[in-house]
């Protein structure tokens, strides 16, 4: 993999790729360039059909405390409408496949906002989510007052935007936000054995699947259903649908091509 100065990157595992926030003297706060590095990995692994599933984590004691306030302050409103962050967050909300947040630690601000747009988020007993914008006088930038309030509701996104509180791992996993706790110490290594069962199924289904579940916040009820419709017939002339029937009836593992 190419060299990156505030994250690693591995191939950890058949179909899986691992990408780690690497900036602890700054409990892996989000400055643009790390924003950056993030949208340029998942750029290449877009076109890498080797790469199945993206897990992104910050490592056993922080995932990520929020947005760089340093970098921050040295902006005004005129330098943040030309600021090249809504570009990298865009280019993370468009990756077709799946990632995994393993979150131990503070998950705050930006970091928040990071994990909430992984499609699955494991969480150590140890992780706290919050969006503590309101404490410097601004509110989440990057898309924490509309994904929060899709996931936890009105009541819960009130209070946690406009006290900034923070809200611990298993009322997290109650609200919806994660979707399992584990040690601390184990969270990689069950986000790993997750990404491993998805890298297994057919890559084409995984990003249909994926754009289905995330239309349901974009689209009524009816044309919800109508588009999964679509989707679930464009997969009927696939050649892995072939396949995983076939494997099916003959009692074996498919061998998925995502084609």
């Not at 058949?14 to 892996?28: D, K, M, Q, V």
């Not at 302050?73 to 995994?100: G, M, Q, T, Y």
Request: hydrophobic content about 45%; glycine content about 8%; aromatic content about 6%.
């Amino acid at each position: 993999m190419s060299d990156y100065s505030d994250i690693t990157v591995e191939k950890r595992q058949p179909g899986t790729l691992l990408i780690t926030l690497n900036r602890p003297e700054a409990r892996n706060a989000l400055r643009t360039h790390l924003l950056s590095e993030i949208a340029a990995v998942l750029s290449d692994a877009e076109q890498d059909d080797m790469v199945t599933c993206v897990i992104i984590t910050g490592g056993e004691k922080v995932f990520a405390a929020g947005a760089d306030v340093k970098e921050m302050a040295e902006h005004n409103a005129v330098s943040l409408w030309r600021d090249e962050r809504p570009r990298h967050w865009k280019s993370i909300r468009e990756f077709s496949k799946p990632i995994i947040a393993a979150v131990n630690g503070f998950c705050l601000g930006g970091g928040f906002e990071l994990a909430m747009h992984a499609d699955i988020i494991i969480a150590g007993s140890n992780a706290q989510f919050g969006q503590p914008e309101i404490n410097l006088g601004i509110i989440p930038g990057a898309g924490g007052t509309q994904r929060l309030v899709r996931t936890v509701g009105k009541s819960l996104a009130m209070k946690m935007i406009l006290s900034g509180e923070f809200i611990s791992a298993d009322e997290a996993l109650t609200a919806g936000i994660a979707a399992e706790i584990t040690q601390p110490e184990n969270t990689l290594r069950r986000a790993e054995k997750l990404a491993a069962t998805i890298a297994k199924k057919s890559p084409i289904a995984l990003k249909v699947a994926k754009q289905a579940i995330l239309n349901a916040y974009e689209t009524s009820l009816e044309q919800g259903l109508d588009n999964e419709r679509k989707a679930f017939l464009f997969l009927a002339a696939t050649e892995d649908r072939n396949e995983g029937i076939a494997a099916f009836m003959e009692k074996r593992s498919p061998k998925f091509t995502g084609n």
